[in-house]
């Protein structure tokens, strides 16, 4: 019966281990986990606003004048 409880112990430690363990490798890559993430999705982001804008921007811009007028005066401060 001591064999059984001596196993059980061990068992008990190596899985408390590998938790401690899991959890200090989860927490020390966890900026380096969300820095990637953040960066491709501003990189996602970034390909489709520039999609969208060349519509969004030609639809507003209006027309470009074919020809110009006089210059306008300007008045000197001296």
Request: overall charge positive; charged content about 15%; hydrophobic content about 45%.
């Amino acid at each position: 019966m001591q064999k059984l409880f001596n196993v059980m112990s061990v068992a008990s430690f190596v899985m408390s281990a590998g938790m401690v363990t899991g959890s200090v490798l989860l927490y020390t890559r966890i900026p380096s986990l969300t820095k990637r993430y953040v960066s491709e999705l501003k990189l996602e982001m970034t390909q489709m606003v520039s999609d969208m804008l060349p519509m969004k921007v030609d639809k507003a811009m209006p027309p470009m004048p074919q020809t110009t007028g006089l210059p306008v005066p300007v008045k000197s401060p001296f």
